[in-house]
Nanobody, 123 residues
Framework: QVQLVESGGGLVQPGDSLRLSCTGS????????IAWFRQPPGKERQGISC????????YYLGSLKERFTISRDNAKNTVHFQMNNLQLDDTAVYFC????????????????WGQGTQVTVSS
């Protein structure tokens, strides 16, 4: 059974850091482009980052590149998402997913979703 499991979320204060992990089960993640999405309370799920399987290129939504970093740990079959200097509006449920369009997909292109991991930034 193919499964992606997100972990690493938590309750933090503004300015703190978190590292989220997306671990594959029944699938070798390095063969796929992996995207991170987030869904803030009451808002739609939005793609925020992706790492390509073709050449390792990374993509970020807008200015998130200044604070967030996506990377692979192939030995652990995991994609990490390092988030630094977290802000209140980073509060959301974070999801990882296989992007079938090599980092050109959108939310509607994702076939399945995991449970996500909650990130809450609060002072």
């Amino acid at each position: 059974q193919v499964q992606l499991v997100e972990s690493g979320g938590g309750l933090v204060q503004p300015g703190d850091s978190l590292r989220l992990s997306c671990t594959g089960s029944g699938i070798t993640l390095e063969r796929y482009s992996i995207a991170w999405f987030r869904q803030p309370p009451g808002k739609e799920r939005q793609g925020i980052s992706c790492i390509s399987s073709r050449d390792g290129s990374t993509y970020y939504l807008g200015s998130l590149k200044e604070r967030f970093t996506i990377s692979r740990d192939n030995a652990k079959n995991t994609v990490h998402f390092q988030m630094n200097n977290l802000q209140l509006d980073d509060t959301a449920v974070y999801f990882c997913a296989i992007d079938p369009l090599e980092c050109e997909g959108t939310r509607s292109d994702i076939d399945s979703w995991g449970q996500g991991t909650q990130v809450t930034v609060s002072s």
